[in-house]
Every structure is written in structure tokens, then in C-alpha cells.
């Protein structure tokens, strides 16, 4: 699976975003999609996951209430909402996929076996 994220940007504090990450090369709906994001200095953190169906989605507390991730089999796309942004929320936001991520391990870099590139977003004050 290839994973393309895009869609960041530089944005004011309160303004919206929406990441999206198109997918390629095997049938995308059997994955399990995550978010991550690394700012400058830190290490790379659990943002958002979604396993098979929109029921069964995951955040990071400093994210939940602000960003809604979703999928679009159809389209082998995964996306990021995000709502609200806050200066803290500038990081390069990067797309993941596994095939066998359990529950336990679905926060975890470890649990996923594909990345995207990574797309920037930069939240201004």
C-alpha cells in the first residue's frame, strides 16, 4: 500500500483544515487507518484511528471534540478535520495503514505497517 497525504497548510488559530490521504496498490477498506503527527523537537504522537467502520474510531485526548477522522473506501481515502486548530496543534501530520493492528496497538507508530510522506500544518496565534 501506498499512502499520499496532503492538504496542510498554514493556518490562524480557530480555522479548519482537512487532511486527506489517498491510498493505492491493495484493497484499502480491510485497514486500519491512523493519523500521527511529530512537531519540531518531539516525537512522533498518536493523533486519530479508525478501524473497518465509522463506529469504531480512536483520538488522542488533546485532538477529541476537534477532529473527526473518517474514510471513504470508495475512493481509498482516509481524511482529517480538523476543527479549532490551536498553535499547538503545528506538527507534519502523517497518514498510516495496517493490515493487523489490534486494538491494543492501535496508538502505537509500531501497530501500523505503511506511512505517508507526511503533510505540514502550521498553526499561527
Known amino acids: 500500500v501506498q499512502l499520499q497525504a496532503s492538504g496542510g497548510g498554514l493556518v490562524q488559530a480557530g480555522e479548519s483544515l482537512r487532511l486527506s490521504c489517498a491510498a493505492s496498490g491493495r484493497t484499502f477498506s480491510n485497514y486500519v487507518v491512523g493519523w500521527f503527527r511529530q512537531a519540531p523537537g518531539k516525537e512522533r504522537e498518536f493523533v486519530a484511528a479508525l478501524r473497518r467502520t465509522q463506529d469504531n474510531t480512536y483520538y488522542a485526548d488533546s485532538v477529541k471534540g476537534r477532529f473527526t477522522i473518517s474514510r471513504d473506501n470508495a475512493k481509498n481515502a482516509v481524511y482529517l478535520q480538523m476543527n479549532s486548530l490551536k498553535p499547538e496543534d503545528t506538527a507534519v501530520y502523517y497518514c498510516?495503514?495496517?493490515?493487523?493492528?489490534?486494538?491494543?496497538?492501535?496508538?502505537?507508530?509500531?501497530?501500523?505497517?505503511?506511512w505517508g510522506q507526511g503533510t505540514e500544518v502550521t498553526v499561527s496565534s
Open positions: 498510516a495503514a495496517g493490515m493487523r493492528t489490534i486494538l491494543s496497538a492501535i496508538r502505537d507508530i509500531g501497530g501500523y505497517d505503511y
